[in-house]
Nanobody
Framework: QVHVVESGGGLVQPGGSLTLSCAAS????????VAWYRQAPGNQRELVAG???????NYADSVKGRFTISRDNAKKTVYLQMNSLKPEDTAVYYC??????WGQGTQVTVSS
């Protein structure tokens, strides 16, 4: 069993930055792929970025060059650094650890 908690969301102006954290507890955490998803009202949940145990990353086209995913295995935490935020980045951001362990989500609102 893996327990996942996201944090770091909030209100930010367009062009601003936020860093989200995804902290996990449980066993064998470092063997899992970890991904950030987001869901805006009325939209389906979409993949934002993912990171493999090896450190290999992938990003949605909409966030490439603006977002960076990283992991600290010692701290059992994955981060999502978000720069140059746009209003269309507004959503609830969820962390998925492995294939079935989700956090409760953290709200990101980009607005002036």
């Amino acid at each position: 069993q893996v327990h996942v908690v996201e944090s770091g969301g909030g209100l930010v102006q367009p062009g601003g930055s936020l860093t989200l954290s995804c902290a996990a507890s449980g066993s064998f955490l470092n063997i899992y792929i970890v991904a950030w998803y987001r869901q805006a009202p009325g939209n389906q949940r979409e993949l934002v970025a993912g990171i493999a145990p090896t450190g290999t990353t992938n990003y949605a086209d909409s966030v490439k060059g603006r977002f960076t995913i990283s992991r600290d295995n010692a701290k059992k935490t994955v981060y999502l650094q978000m720069n140059s935020l746009k209003p269309e980045d507004t959503a609830v951001y969820y962390c998925q650890w492995g294939s079935g362990f989700w956090g409760q989500g953290t709200q990101v609102t980009v607005s002036s």
